[in-house]
């Protein structure tokens, strides 16, 4: 079991930075792939980025976010760069034990946080 709370989220203007955290419980986590999902109102959920012994991005967020991890604190970063109004929605992080290779799709993922929300003024 995997519990995994989601901070960092808040309102930036256009090309501003946020940094989100992802602090999750459970001595295993390391053996986990995170993801970053968001979820913008009147959309589907879409991937963002994932890591586990690599990473891997949306082509929308290619360049700007960077996805990290510190095992030693059990938690996942998004480093969010170069903002823009279309990355406004509620941002969620996403634990999978299951799969070896990194997936896009959010039913790969068996632990979701609440989220936090990212608002990017223009």
């Known amino acids: 079991q995997v519990q995994l709370v989601e901070s960092g989220g808040g309102l930036v203007q256009a090309g501003g930075s946020l940094k989100l955290s992802c602090a999750a419980s459970g001595r295993t986590f390391s053996r986990y792939a995170v993801g970053w999902f968001r979820q913008a109102p009147g959309k589907e959920r879409e991937f963002v980025a994932a890591i586990k012994w690599s990473d891997n991005y949306a082509d929308s967020v290619k360049g700007r976010f960077t996805i990290s991890r510190d095992n030693a604190k059990n938690t996942v970063y998004l480093q969010m760069n170069s903002l823009k109004p279309e990355d406004t929605a509620v941002y969620y992080c996403?634990?999978?034990?299951?799969?070896?290779?990194?997936?896009?799709?959010?039913?790969?993922?068996?632990?979701w946080g609440q989220g936090t929300q990212v608002t990017v003024s223009s």
């Open positions: 996403a634990a999978d034990g299951s799969h070896i290779i990194l997936r896009a799709d959010a039913a790969a993922y068996d632990y």
